[in-house]
């Protein structure tokens, strides 16, 4: 299916159903639109990810000039590994429950404010400002306004579908620009406890040079609000359009495999790309160097061969070795805040008096790279009869 369009509104409302035709019948294709090889499969998306030495994150290794500053994002072993070893390490000192304690007591706030409304929008009015405070509480920083944030941060995604839609990369630019000034005003800011002064400190130790650390904060910051704003909002769709899921979330051993399961039942990030660094063999095509290899992995978190039951929502699966955090060297290092932030929005959200129901229709942005309700109504007020 070369004409795959990720943009098409069938895509954005539901790309379930293709990704099952494009696995069953074309699982690796080439797509012009893309310039891209595309990957349902499980096991060749995984492949792919474990193996950094044929497949770059850092283009450079295929020839290419690399258009951002060097960040965990974009370099591969060896250099990637003290960069990333550093943050890693300084991420698991840091005060996670505690963290988790506050999203839970920010939701709580928040939901009891709507208590009594005819609707509110989960996406904007909660999973925006404890994702948010979540995120700067783990660095250290103070938050900046969330509404204004929120706009940089929605350029900037926009601006990961760049190749598809033009229009989108100057604004992209623009707020790139922006979130810089924001992240000077760090640099020049009393220090406080957190993993940014943390991972400055220890920077020299680790053989780090700092302008890495300061790219990779604004990696972590702006990857890290994001994806958890989408990955609560699909949470809480798909939570509340499974009758009775949300009330069995009050179960705390439910409540952590489940979010696992939520998360590899509609994660917010489509997929990720890598450049081939030297002709090699996948999946039955043969792939050359400088060619990009794009991994949906919405497609391959239900695929069956990896999966039983794909399309069903699981709340105890077991394994569930879902791709929705990546893997492989350059898998999410914010994996276990992202958890922690997901599950103290479910059970901030179960805290309220009354259940919620969805008010209205989800709401969707034509984006490729992340999907997610950007407006989910909710409301506390029972249905009228
Ligand atoms: C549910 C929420 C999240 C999801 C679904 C998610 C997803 C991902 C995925 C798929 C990757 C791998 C991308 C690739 O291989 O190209 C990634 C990388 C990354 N994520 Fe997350 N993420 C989430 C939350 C967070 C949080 C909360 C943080 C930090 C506070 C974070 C920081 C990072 C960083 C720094 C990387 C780059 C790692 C590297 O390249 O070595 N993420 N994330």
Partial sequence: MSDYDPLSPVMVENPYPSYAQLRATEPVFWSDRLDSWVLTRYRDCRAVLSDAHTFASDRRRAGFERPTASSMQNLDPPEHTPLRRLFTTTFREQDLDGIGDAAVADTRDLVAKYADAPEFDFTAEVARPVALFAVCRLLGVDPPPVAQFAALSDALVRGMDAGLRPEVRQPALAAREKVSDLISGWYHATRRPGLLSQVLAGAERAGVREPEIWNSARVLFLAGYSTTVGAAANAVHT????????????????????????????????????????????????????????????????????FTA???LVLDRSPNRHLSFGWGPHACTGATLARIVVRALVTGLLAAPRPPRLAGPPWRERRATLRYPDRLPLSFRPERP
């Fill in 310 to 312: 794909p399309d069903d």
């Fill in 239 to 306: 939570l509340l359009t499974h009758p009775g899921t949300l009330a069995r979330m009050r179960d705390p051993q439910l409540l952590a495999s489940g979010v696992d399961e939520l998360l590899r039942f509609d994660g917010p990030v489509q997929g990720t790309t890598r450049t081939c660094v030297e002709r090699t063999g996948l999946g039955g095509v043969t792939v050359e160097r400088g060619q990009l290899v794009l991994m949906l992995f919405g497609a391959a978190n239900r695929d069956p061969e990896q």
